[in-house]
């Protein structure tokens, strides 16, 4: 059974930093490829950051130099830094695996979810 658990979201003011985290099992996040994704309250979900199977890194345009991605092959986790955060970096979190055919930043091409957690930057 796959399970990614999201961690390390809560309330900061617009400058501060936040590290999430997600913790898999069940799927190897090294031989995945891995995102994250955002939702805001009325809004879509966006994808923030993919890796693709432990290689390239893509950014949303909206955060790149601000938030960056790694992940701990050891632990099986992966995490997302963020860094100069603003109000309108807002949301919930997802952690998202195991990318199928489906484009890039599209939420269907993943087949693992977790559960999300909640970022709320305030200015």
């Known amino acids: 059974q796959v399970q990614l658990v999201e961690s390390g979201g809560g309330s900061v003011q617009a400058g501060g930093s936040l590290r999430l985290s997600c913790a898999a099992s069940?799927?190897?996040?090294?031989?995945?490829?891995v995102a994250w994704f955002r939702q805001a309250q009325g809004k879509e979900r966006e994808g923030v950051v993919v890796?693709?199977?432990?290689?390239?890194?893509y950014y949303n345009d909206s955060v790149k130099g601000r938030f960056t991605f790694s992940q701990d092959n050891a632990k099986n986790t992966v995490y997302l830094q963020m860094n100069s955060l603003k109000p309108e970096d807002t949301a919930m979190y997802y952690c998202?695996?195991?990318?199928?055919?489906?484009?890039?930043?599209?939420?269907?091409?993943?087949?693992?979810w977790g559960q999300g957690t909640q970022v709320t930057v305030s200015s």
């Open positions: 890796n693709l199977l432990g290689n390239d890194t």
């Open positions: 069940g799927v190897t996040v090294s031989l995945n490829s």
């Open positions: 998202a695996a195991a990318k199928n055919g489906g484009p890039l930043w599209a939420a269907d091409s993943y087949n693992y």
